[in-house]
């Protein structure tokens, strides 16, 4: 992995915050994960990929439906964590290390592929996208989700906003983000990847909104992944958590409204 490559492709950076993002972010990544999950109303039993699985929001949804479901993820540590909750519902290793752009399954091997804000994140997110169109079986079915704001969602939104306000000139907050937030892009990815889109469904919820002081306290945790991180010195640090915590104080009570586009695309049949 070469040195300049953002944290966010570096398997070690989600190692670092792995723990943390199993405690929060899953809790409420969770919730889009069976949003997504029930909206691709598989038959039980299926086969199904979770790519990019990280704490394993979806693959705990499928396997508590029932599904023969397996989750991959770069991640040493976002995959110890996922196959550890897997254990509690079924038997069997359920969590595997792997890159998303290059799967090592064979082709035709899963009924549905899911990646739930993980694909468009990838250097290669066409790969990503192409290798779930090989691992599924003719007419088996891929969903992704991703960020509507290109920003993330919940607190990160506000981080992306401060970073915008202070460092209007800096790539805000992750480039690939914009490739894939909206209908019309997330079913181009579709077919290019030689997949058939069939729907994309907005899925919003409200996220506990933290007190100002958690935004100071947690910059680098929340924020750290991101390319913008990198360039600032640490005044440029303070200065950015401040205008976040700023933001947060004008929040309103109810949270941070998220919005996630979930794509459901279908791999063509053989006729
Ligand atoms: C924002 S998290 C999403 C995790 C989970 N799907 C969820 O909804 O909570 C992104 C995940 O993508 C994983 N990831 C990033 N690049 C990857 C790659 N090239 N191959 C496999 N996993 C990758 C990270 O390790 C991380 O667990």
Partial sequence: MPSKAPAIHDPAHWDSVSTNYAAEADRMTGRYAQAAWELAALPPGARVLDVATGAGALLVSALRDGADAVGIDFSPGMVEIAQARAAEISPGRRALVMDGQQLDFPA?????AFSIFGVFMFPDAAAGFAEMARVLRSDGLAVVAVWENAGGAGPAQLFAQA??????????????????????????????????????????YTWPAPPADWFREHAKL??????????????????????????AADLPPEGISSTALVGIARKAGID
């Fill in 108 to 112: 035709e091997s899963f009924d549905a």
């Fill in 163 to 204: 970073a915008q306000r202070l460092f209007p000139d800096q790539p805000v907050p992750l480039p690939m983000a914009r490739l894939f937030n909206s209908p019309e892009l997330l079913d181009a990815a579709f077919v290019e990847a030689c997949l058939r889109p069939e729907a994309v469904h907005r899925v919003t």
């Fill in 222 to 247: 929340a924020y750290g992944w991101s390319p913008v991180w990198k360039m600032l010195d640490d005044a440029q640090r303070t200065a950015f958590a401040e205008e976040a915590a700023a933001l």
